[in-house]
């Protein structure tokens, strides 16, 4: 299996436009998690799926962020209108039932102009 | 709130040395305590980790200590060598399989 995969590794955009970042979890794995990697918090956990469903969203920061999980293969961190704040280092990460490790990808750099 | 806390923020030891980071939670829910090593530009990778039902865990120069009365958990790394310098990150997992991260410790070995 060649791990989760993140999409873009890296994403410059202008203040006030949408991004979208992507992550394709290991295959077998019903959790998937997205994170938010900053200096100052550390790993803060956004928002967790299992089953594709979303099981936790207390940490998604404000109405700005969005998340989904359409299928078992697939799911996307939405950020609507973009804010210079949100730069960070977003990851994701999938498990699975029974496993008690996390494996997270590669990340995707966000800076926000 | 920060379900992990973690000290101290960066760490300096020179090769052969000890490195100490520690961590301390408060919910008793959690039932495992990994510690993740993350080296620039990839994603935290699990090291090695110890459940609440012993009080030491030793892989190679890695050591967890684990103090349940205390909530409290470290990471010890003997001989420490360059290679090791990267970002540590505790982490507590409970039984619906959520992680919950400290904020991270920042080590540089020094040749």
């Known amino acids: 299996d060649a791990g989760v995969i993140q999409s873009p590794r890296h994403e410059v955009t202008e203040m006030g436009q949408e991004v979208t970042l992507r992550c394709k979890p290991i295959?077998?794995?019903?959790?998937l998690f997205w994170y938010r990697q900053t200096m100052m918090r550390g790993l803060e956990l956004l928002i967790y799926?299992?089953?594709?469903?979303?099981?936790?969203d207390s940490g998604m920061p404000e109405d700005r962020f969005s998340a989904k999980m359409p299928n078992a293969s697939f799911s996307t961190l939405k950020i609507q209108p973009s804010e210079p704040r949100d730069s960070a280092v977003y990851f994701c990460?999938?498990?699975?039932?029974?496993?008690?490790?996390?494996?997270f990808g590669q990340g995707t750099r966000l800076t926000v102009v | 709130q920060q379900q992990v806390k973690q000290s101290p923020q960066s760490l300096i030891v020179q090769k052969g040395g000890i490195s100490i980071i520690n961590c301390a939670y408060e919910?008793?829910?959690?039932?495992?305590f990994p510690w993740y090593q993350q080296f620039p530009g990839k994603g935290p990778a699990l090291l090695i980790a110890i459940r609440p039902d012993v009080s030491e865990k030793k892989e190679g120069r890695f050591t967890i200590s684990f103090n349940k009365s205390a909530k409290q958990f470290s990471l010890h790394i003997m001989d420490s060598q360059p290679g090791d310098s990267a970002t540590y990150f505790c982490?507590?997992?409970?039984?619906?399989?959520?992680?919950?991260f400290g904020t991270g410790t920042s080590l540089t070995v020094i040749p």
């Open positions: 990460a999938s498990s699975g039932w029974g496993l008690t490790e996390a494996f």
């Open positions: 982490a507590a997992l409970n039984t619906g399989n959520q992680f919950y």
């Open positions: 799926f299992n089953n594709n469903v979303p099981i936790d």
């Open positions: 919910n008793t829910a959690f039932d495992y």
């Open positions: 295959s077998g794995h019903d959790y």
